[in-house]
């Protein structure tokens, strides 16, 4: 047999192994509400393509590739546990067990990895709860997604309504074309299932999740009651409004909470999620999901303040053109802005730098900022220029944020990529906040550039989805555990 014919073999044993894992890890997720992961990748509703390129993937921050016959044994110990709703890290177990000396089998050392979601000590299924969208432009149409995506046993978040301005006599084909743009979209492709339009009940129906459209030009116009909505959190992607006054107008009967989808201003919190999510009270009713960049950079700027210390710091992104900017030359309230957005290099502000104050207070570096729209539709790179207080080396700084990516607190807001031919498209629809270039990354004693790749729409949806969540308390504990 030559070696073409052997690696042909074990490629198709892969397959038919990821075609093994697929049913229970479909099981896991229906019947018990959990959601397997592999290096905080979810591995629910994937093909099995897309199972054996996560484990690939798995050698770019592990620095060995992964295999299926290695996580299987985890995936099966798994199925045979009473757990609780949960996320467990499959690759997490398979890693930690390579370096246990005590002789535990496989389901022994599973079963105590995971304790924390089994017998007494699982949470229960919580009632889901009901999410309305109010704006359906480029964020509004991928957290739709992504909430029909994490659906799961209909225990978690219900996307019961959107909220758009009025359709007037063609509502009928307004809601057919709101339909269309969430089954297609020109960056992020096909939606991954089956939509329907019912347009004498003004509704989508997505995966079997029927979604009201409700029509209207200002909150004051809306009872969410009505639609049988309550203690609903309501997402407003449309930045009208940013301070509590102007977002306040949305607490209307069957809205308990509002979470914004850009900066807030004023005493709105700011929250970057894996980073201030926990400071949230209880009884905050408003709070903000600041922006793309700030996500993007306060994780990274965690990290290195916590293992080295940040003295000063300035952030220049090179930020992909979005709907505010004009197609052609056109007056626009931004003199800048007003140019064509896919014909220039345009140099505007950001807003990031500020807000690294609101969600970091305990950092005490100044934080720069600036940046410019660049003519590509999506992914943008924030450059990271730090003076740390200590001097280290590009090793040092490339190992600490690659065990951050792996095993930290920070791994599902902080990815690592070592290749060396990486490019902006390669990032489209990465659900991590930032993605740090090791090739890119430069050190010289106290001076650390890190190179930041970001999907500025997909990766911020993520992060926006992951504070509701926990505002909604149905953020499920993850296993193992990470380290701090």
Not at 13 to 23: G, K, L, T
Not at 25 to 32: F, M, N, P, S, V
Request: charged share 25%; proline share 4%; hydrophobic share 40%.
């Amino acid at each position: 047999m030559t070696v073409n014919d052997d690696s042909f073999t074990n490629w198709k044993h892969r397959e038919e192994i990821a075609e093994s894992m697929i049913p229970m890890i479909g099981k896991l997720h229906r019947e018990r509400d959990v959601t397997v992961l592999l290096h905080s990748r979810s591995l629910v509703n994937k093909s099995v393509v897309s199972i054996l390129k996560t484990h690939r993937f798995a050698r770019q921050i592990a620095g060995e590739e992964l295999s299926v016959t290695e996580t299987l044994p985890f995936l099966k110990a798994l199925t045979t546990l009473d757990l609780g709703p949960s996320q467990i890290d499959i690759g997490m177990l398979a890693a930690m067990y390579k370096t246990d000396d005590r002789g535990l089998s496989v389901a022994e050392f599973t079963a105590e990895a995971v304790a924390g979601a089994t017998g007494a000590d699982k949470i229960e299924g919580r009632q889901g709860r009901d999410v309305v969208l109010y704006g359906f432009g480029r964020i509004g149409r991928l957290l739709a997604r992504l909430l029909i995506e994490k659906a799961g046993s209909g225990n978690g978040l219900r996307l019961r309504a959107i909220v758009v301005r009025g359709g007037g006599d063609r509502a009928g084909a307004d809601l057919v074309k709101r339909a269309s743009l969430l089954r297609r979209d020109s960056i992020h492709g096909q939606f991954q299932g089956t939509i329907t339009v019912d347009e004498a009940d003004s509704t989508i129906v997505a995966n079997g999740n029927a979604i009201k459209v409700i029509y209207a030009d200002d909150p004051s116009q809306v009872d969410y009651t009505a639609y049988g909505i309550k203690d609903a959190i309501l997402i407003d992607n449309t930045g009208k409004w940013r301070d509590r006054a102007g977002l306040s107008q949305h607490l209307r009967p069957g809205i308990d909470k509002v979470v914004l989808t850009a900066p807030g201003k004023g005493d709105v919190p700011n929250i970057v999620h894996g980073v201030n999510h926990d400071t949230i009270k209880p009884d905050e009713r408003i709070l903000s999901c600041a922006s793309c960049t700030t996500n993007a950079i306060v994780p990274p700027l965690k990290a290195m303040d916590d293992e080295f210390g940040v003295r000063r710091g300035h952030v220049e992104t090179v930020h992909s053109f979005t709907n505010d900017q004009n197609l052609l030359d056109n007056y626009h309230k931004s003199d800048r802005r007003g140019r064509s957005a896919p014909l220039n290099m345009v140099i505007t502000e950001t807003g990031a730098a500020s807000a690294v104050a609101k969600a970091l207070p305990g950092l005490k570096a100044r934080i720069t900022g600036s940046s410019i729209r660049v003519p590509v539709p999506d992914v943008s790179i924030a450059i990271l220029n730090l003076q740390l207080a200590r001097e280290t080396t590009r090793e040092e700084v490339l190992d600490h944020l690659r065990q951050v990516s792996l095993t930290s607190p920070l791994k599902r807001q902080i990815d690592f990529i070592s290749a060396p031919d990486a490019v902006s498209s390669d990032f489209i629809g990465s659900r991590h906040a930032s993605i740090v270039d090791a090739g890119a990354t430069k050190v010289d004693g106290d001076n650390a550039i890190l190179y930041l790749w970001y999907d500025n729409e997909f990766g911020y949806s993520c992060q926006v989805i992951r504070v509701v969540q926990y505002v909604s308390g149905v953020e499920y504990p993850t296993f193992p555990a990470p380290t701090a």
